[in-house]
Each structure stands twice: as C-alpha cells, then as structure tokens.
C-alpha cells in the first residue's frame, strides 16, 4: 500500500486523541526511552476495563503528589505518586482514591503502600494527559511488553514521548467579525484556535485601538457561574462588565476570554471543588485535596493572542501579580497595572480574603 506520509498524525495530534480517548474511557499507550505503559483515567475506568488491564500485569494507580499529600502517601518523587493495587481493589477504591468528596465521611483510606525507585516519567506524563483532558488527575498505569502489537490488535492511541517534547501551542486565528456590544458599538470578536486540539480562546477589541501604543487590556479566564449564572461566590462576572465598561468608557481596549475555567481544572473539577469548600476548606485547600496546583492556567496563551493581533505592550487590568509577571517572562510590556476592585459580598469575602492571602491577589 502507498504510504501517505502527511496523512500521519503528529504528535501533539495524537495527544489530542489520546484526551478524547481518556475522557470516553478508552485506554493508551505511552512509550519512552524503551519502556511502555497502558494507561487508563481512572474517573473513566470501568469494571471491564479494570480485569483486562490486571490481565496485563500489575497495575499501580498514579497520583499527583498535592493528592498524595492528602492521603498521607509518601511520592518517593516530586512529580507522581504510585500507590500499589491490593489484590481486592475494584473501580469504587480506587475512586475513593482519586476523589476527595468522601474524604470527611470516609477518612480511612490506608495504609496506602507507594512504589520507590525507578522510572515515573510516564506515569507523571498519563497524570498530566488526564489534567490536559479536564478529568481528576489520577490513573491506572500498567507497564507492557510488545506496545506495538497490543496498541495495533486493540486499536489503542500510542503517544511516543520524550524527554524534550513541548505541546505546541500555535494559536491560529480564525475568523474575526463586528460585533456591537453594551459596553461599546465598535466592538469585534476575534476567534483563535489552539493547535493542540483544546477549546477555543477570543479576543474581544473594543474600538480600534492603535498597535503602536500599549493597550489597556485584560485576561479573563472564563467563568460559566459567575459570567453566565451570575454567581456570588467569585468576583469574575462583576470584573467582565466592568473590565469592558471600563473600555468602552476609554475608547478602546481588548479583553481576552481565555477557555481556562476553575483557574484551568475544567467546569467538572470546579464544581467538584466548590463541594469541598462546603465542607470547609477554602479554594487553594480543596485544589490541592484535588490534586491541581493552587493554578493550572497558562498565561502565555494570552500574549501569543496579543503579538499575533500587533499588540506588545499593555495597560493590563488585573489585581494579580502573577499575570503581569507572566505577561513579561513571555514578550509583552506590562506598562502599568490597572485595578479591579469590584464584586466583592457577603458569599465571597472568604474566597477574595484566600485569593490575597495565598495567591497573592493585590485586595
């Protein structure tokens, strides 16, 4: 048969797969450096699923070590934890395992034994497929002889990794058009589509501000409860309308919606981390109880966005630092820092409180 050698998927295209499997509950495979792994999401893991891959070896389920923190399981690593499989775990342990909501109710979730020594790189890698694909950050990981043949008969994804491999990012834009808003009738929605296969991200260009001088801008992580809902346990839909108030009362402006909801978890997580903190813990504990970081978004994004519509320096709107370091370390002048103080009540004020104590927030 004629090899067809632009018809093959790269490798950030089978990355892109190899999320959607993950998400629908179909293993892959990971090779590196001469050694192979099947691995399952374990959010996804279905009984079925969980015999075949015992059939396959030993599996070992690989967390994240702010989950192992919680769980009082040593990592023996500062990328991945892996808990050793008693023979009698079904899927219910081993969500127990990854979930934290029964945590309260059900604490007794040990001794759990770890795995010491020894190649993790692609059990850190499978954890950080299932981050990537917006799933609880734990797998089931099996090491495998003859990838290949077994990828090929049970028509699995194989991702051949290495050390050096970056996702690229190559936001392409789409399509840009005029769009008439409340905060200005001279607005237009630009639409930029990630070359990793994730969501969509959008510029919104308030007026015709000029390329040659900084810009006042902002970088607005979607918020579907406070955006859309309304929700009075965030300040983000209040910082949304007046960021583009703010704009139109200016002239001119960009506010950039980056897709990266519950600072970069996903909608699921998120909600799965406001029930932690009905439980008592604050938004940076019930992430960690998670196992994310206090903040999994890239603010890179947002500046790729901004040199590719001419932009490089920036008024930037924000009452977080780490934004205006972000947008420096990656190519755009941050010329002054504008203040949003807005959105704060009664069902917030523990939330903007962690924000500055933990996370630095300027409140």
Request: aromatic share 4%; net charge neutral.
């Amino acid at each position: 048969m004629t090899r067809f050698a632009d018809l093959i998927p790269d490798l950030n295209e089978l990355i892109a797969r190899a999320r959607a499997d993950l998400r629908m509950g179909v293993p892959v495979v990971l090779v590196r450096n001469g050694r192979a792994v099947i691995a399952a999401a374990v959010e996804t893991l279905t009984a079925a699923r969980l015999r075949e891959l015992r059939g396959l070896g030993d599996p070992v389920l690989a967390i994240t070590t702010r989950r192992a923190e919680t769980l009082k399981a040593r990592a023996y690593s500062d990328k991945v934890a892996r808990v050793i499989l008693p023979d009698d775990a079904d899927t219910r342990w081993i969500a127990a395992i990854a979930d934290p909501a029964d945590d309260l109710t059900h604490p007794m979730k040990g001794p759990l034994s770890t795995c010491r020594g020894g190649e993790d790189a692609l059990e850190a890698q499978a954890v950080a497929l299932t981050k990537s694909a917006q799933l609880l950050p734990a797998v089931l990981v099996v090491e495998i002889e003859n990838a290949e043949e077994l990828a090929r008969t049970h028509l699995l994804t194989v991702l051949h990794l290495t050390d050096d491999h970056v996702a690229a990012l190559n936001l392409v834009p789409i399509v840009h058009a005029r769009l008439p808003m409340a905060a200005s009738e001279a607005g237009r929605l630009h639409i930029f589509r990630p070359a990793d296969g994730r969501e969509e991200h959008y510029a919104i260009e308030v007026g015709r501000p000029p390329r040659d001088k900084p810009v006042l801008a902002r970088l607005h992580s979607a918020c579907f409860t406070g955006d859309v809902l309304g929700s009075l346990k965030c300040d983000c839909g209040p910082q949304l309308n007046t960021a583009l108030r703010r704009m139109g009362e200016a002239g001119a402006g960009v506010l950039l919606y980056l897709n990266q909801e519950g600072r970069g978890i996903g909608l699921a997580n998120k909600m799965r981390a406001y029930s932690l903190q009905d439980q008592g813990f604050d938004t940076v504990e019930a992430n960690h109880r998670l196992g994310f970081e206090d903040d999994e978004r890239n603010f890179g994004i947002g500046s790729e966005i901004l040199k590719t519509m001419g932009f490089s320096a920036v008024r930037l709107m924000t009452n977080n630092p780490r934004k205006v370091e972000m947008m420096q370390a990656t190519g755009i002048d941050v010329v002054e820092r504008v203040p949003l103080k807005v959105g704060e009540g009664a069902h917030n004020t523990e939330y903007l409180a962690t924000k500055a104590r933990k996370s630095g927030h300027l409140l």
